[in-house]
């Protein structure tokens, strides 16, 4: 045998020595720079394939190649068995026992936006309002023109909305911005008399730690005869008191929305510190939370919904349920309510 197949074989023997104790994939690789690396022991093999009479180079050669290429194949068949067992052992430590009874706690429950929205409703449903749904995917001509903002208006910026590429048949295309166009829709849809209250996703191009591309609002929309904004003031204040569950201070502050006119915004009392802490990290010290928007809804948006707004007025709201909820429940952190960490619940505040 020449020296250089004692050698290659040297090497194999070795490297199935190496091999088979191997247990995790770091060490594998490793071993992998050991043998196939550019200093590793068969490219040395390799390397000295030169120094060989002419005569010798392709017997040699072809020797030290087929156990490159078992070594090879080796190594990626152990990678296999190794990567499947690693993930199955990563998988058992993350399981949940959904199947385990709970620790004296109710057996699951509604997520605490889920619960807001609930509870609002069903505050509104006893003043006689219904629920109406509108689509996410929504047409720019219900989001933004129907309200009386037309393409110049800077709500319309490309910053804000998430568009879809522009269609000839059905024309521009967007995810809704907010739950207002259901107040046109549901217009156009039943008409006056009308109470409706719409809860629903929304979507702005915004994230940081308060805002999320994401996030919940809850649109209300009365259209009667000869309403007048006492009403939409006591509906509000039955709403908030209702949901906190006290009587809450409010303010309401004149505001601009292009489909109100007037319009208003809700502040109510800090829910953390009634005003009584100028370091409250809630209301920032000033007492007050604003916690909606409001208006008699514009003649032009009244129209927009294929109504006489010569007969007919009206009021509307909007609503961030995620705010509600953080507000109700103590939570400090928006993301806390999207990003499922099951494990925040468990060792935090609630275990
Ligand atoms: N659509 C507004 C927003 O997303 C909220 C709003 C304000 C809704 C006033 C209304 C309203 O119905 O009257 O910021």
Partial sequence: MSDLKRQAEDVRSSFEQAIASVTATDALQELRVRY?????????????????????????????????????????????????????????????????????????????????????????????????????????????????????????????????????????????????????????????????????KVYRRDNDPTHSPMFNQLEGLLVEEDVSFSVLKGSLRELMNGFFGRELKNRFRASYFPFTEPSMELDIECVECGGKNLSCRVCKGTGWLEVCGMGMVHPFVVRSGGIDPERYNGFAFGLGLDRMAMLKYGINDLRLLFDGNVSYFLSGRDA
């Avoid at 006893?126 to 129907?146: K, Q, R, T, W």
């Fill in 36 to 200: 196939l690396g550019k200093k590793g022991e068969l490219t040395a093999l390799l390397k000295s394939l030169g120094k060989l009479p002419p005569d010798e180079r392709p017997q040699a050669g072809e020797a030290v190649n087929a156990l490159r290429g078992q070594i090879e194949e080796k190594i990626e068949r152990k990678k296999q068995d190794l990567t499947r067992a690693e993930d199955a052992a990563a998988e058992a430590l993350d399981k949940v026992d959904v199947t385990l009874p709970s620790r004296g706690r109710p057996a699951g429950a509604f997520h605490p936006v889920a619960q807001t929205m609930h509870e609002i409703v069903s505050i509104m449903l006893g003043l006689g309002y219904s629920v109406a749904l509108g689509p996410e995917i929504e047409e720019e001509h219900y989001n933004f023109e129907c309200l009386n903002m037309p393409s110049w208006h800077p709500a319309r910026d490309m910053q804000d909305t998430f568009y879809f590429p522009a269609d000839e048949e059905t024309g521009r295309r967007l995810l809704r911005t907010h739950t207002s166009p259901v107040q046109v829709r549901s217009m156009l849809q039943y008409g006056a008399p009308l109470r409706i209250v719409c809860p629903g």
